[in-house]
């Protein structure tokens, strides 16, 4: 055999190598969401003696004017401390606007903690009327969480934001107002950046294993098609209720790279995206195992990537 024959035979071993990864890929990292268990449909709030109500959908017309969801696993410890920031932030806001109204929706993703307990405890004490506990029967992952929460707010601007409360709340009145800014037919998406020191001067304190890691993350995502997205993962984002009708039904990834696949639903459909610095620092205690969790993700990703290149998941497609 020439070594023509046998350059050849390596490539195509290598090719085919290369496709049975890629559909072994699809095969096992494709998520696929369960569906919702009947007590899901359901929160708790002081009202009504704490007797539970169902919750709202995304596709009816909006009652306040902002929707807060928080995914919650685990967080007994550090939540409170978010709650704070979103009371303070809501009495400051009805100080200058008297007729502010909001919803809290606190997604508790099947805690083995007294997450839930917390977020009403805080509720009780502090009469706030505006908080709703779900819980998760099992826990799906932050995405999962923040979708679900997404798919029954009633806000006509919905946002999410991590529960440890690492971006600064009161930030959110920069992103509305950058949204409505940079809205077109109803369409907007403001994304929290903590990338930004050139633009703003704001203070971003990160280890320096975690800005590596962020780069080579950064590089792989802008390969598999997101572009211009300096900070994809910040968990402070804000979408028109318009925008997130188009996004949320359509989601299919539960667990952290969640923020790539609503970009890419936003590039898809022409939705506006803008990026907002925000004041952000490094909470302890972040749930991340650095390498683990790169693997995972980087694996995750392609999967989306794939799935949408392949057409297996479309646009237009409804769950
Ligand atoms: C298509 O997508 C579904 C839902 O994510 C997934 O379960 C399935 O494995 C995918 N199928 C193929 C052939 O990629």
New binding site residues.
């Given amino acids: 055999m020439g070594s023509l024959h046998l350059a050849l035979l390596s490539i195509s071993c290598l090719v085919s190598l290369l496709v049975v990864g890629l559909a072994l890929v699809?095969?096992f990292k494709?998520?696929?969401p369960r569906a919702r268990e009947e007590s899901e449909n359901y929160y708790l709030c002081i009202d009504e003696k704490h007797e539970r109500q169902r919750l709202g959908d995304i596709n009816s017309e909006p009652t306040v004017d902002l929707s807060i969801i928080v995914p919650a696993y685990n967080e007994e410890e550090r939540l409170p401390v978010l709650l704070n920031d979103v009371h303070d932030y809501v009495n400051s806001r009805r100080t200058r606007e008297p007729g502010f109204s909001y919803e809290l929706i606190i997604i508790d993703d099947g805690s083995q903690d007294k997450t839930s307990e917390v977020a009403m405890e805080f509720a009780q004490i502090h009469g706030i009327r505006e908080l709703k506990a779900v819980k998760h029967v099992v826990n799906r992952g932050k995405g999962g969480a923040v979708t679900q929460g997404m798919l029954c707010a009633q806000g006509r601007y919905m946002m999410f934001c991590d529960a440890d409360g690492a971006t600064q709340f009161s930030d959110i009145d920069e992103l509305l107002e950058r949204a409505k800014i940079s809205e077109r037919d109803g369409l907007v998406i403001a994304i929290g950046s903590r990338n930004n020191q050139a633009l703003s001067g704001t203070v971003v304190e990160r280890s320096h294993v975690r800005a590596f890691l962020q780069w080579g993350f950064h590089t792989y995502v802008t390969i598999l098609g997101v572009r211009g997205v300096r900070d994809t993962q910040c968990g402070f984002k804000l979408f028109s209720r318009k925008a997130a009708r188009l996004v949320f039904p359509k989601m299919?990834v539960e667990r952290f790279i969640f923020d790539i696949e609503i970009l890419l639903l936003a590039r898809y459909q022409d939705i506006p995206v803008v990026e907002v610095p925000v004041n952000w620092h490094e909470v302890a205690g972040s749930k991340m195992s650095i390498v683990r969790d790169s693997i995972q993700m980087a694996l995750d990703l392609l999967a989306v990537r794939l799935?949408y290149l392949?057409g297996?998941?479309t646009v237009s497609d409804n769950r």
């Fill in positions: 699809v095969r494709s998520p696929n299919h799935n392949l297996n998941w």
